[in-house]
């Protein structure tokens, strides 16, 4: 059911409405994990100049929070593929949003909320922690440094300088 139908119908049939549109009980670990992940995805990064970077946007992860809420617990079908913002705040507005809410169970919406939270730390720990920093720019070094030691340019200048003998002697090596 569309936001606006879903509003048009509440406002003939009121509370009562909203239980019958709740038509999950329950989403497995798994689903919530990969929702939270999602949520993640969208509110934590941005791009700058054609690069992916660390930007957390809380206001925004609240938001997502809230709508695939009511995506996996109920019928109500948000528009996610234009302007969800005007369906959230048209919900909102009546104070649908806090009533579709508590209307979902309450063991289910704070676990949701916790996996959430989890995810979140995780992004934050694997991500911005320094021993993470450190790691990444290591990886990068010694990538870097492999790929330039094992370059044909300088395999060339190696195998030019031990052809030519040209390879620097210490005043106390012989030969």
């Not at 992916?52 to 009511?70: D, E, G, S, V």
């Not at 209307?103 to 916790?114: D, G, N, V, W």
């Not at 070094?141 to 031990?162: C, G, H, P």
Request: hydrophobic share 40%; with cysteine.
């Amino acid at each position: 059911m569309k936001v606006q139908e879903f509003i048009n119908q509440y406002k003939v049939y009121g509370d009562d409405f909203i239980v019958k549109h709740i038509v999950t009980k329950y989403v497995p670990w798994t689903a919530k994990v990969a929702e939270a992940q999602e949520i993640i995805n969208k509110t934590t990064y941005k791009e700058v100049n054609g690069n992916k970077i660390f930007w957390a946007n809380t206001p925004l992860q609240f938001f997502w929070f809230m709508c695939r809420l009511i995506h996996l617990y109920t019928d109500i079908e948000m528009d996610y593929e234009g302007k969800i913002a005007d369906d959230y705040d048209a919900l909102n507005e009546l104070g649908l949003i806090n009533k579709i809410v508590a209307a979902i169970p309450e063991t289910e919406y704070a676990e949701f909320k916790t996996v959430l939270s989890m995810c979140t730390d995780d992004e934050f720990t694997n991500v911005r922690s320094i021993p993470s920093y450190l790691d990444t720019k290591l990886e990068a070094l010694s990538m870097l440094t492999n790929s330039l030691v094992n370059s044909e340019a300088v395999q060339e200048i190696v195998k030019e300088a031990i052809n030519n003998d040209n390879i620097v002697k210490f005043p106390n090596q012989e030969g």
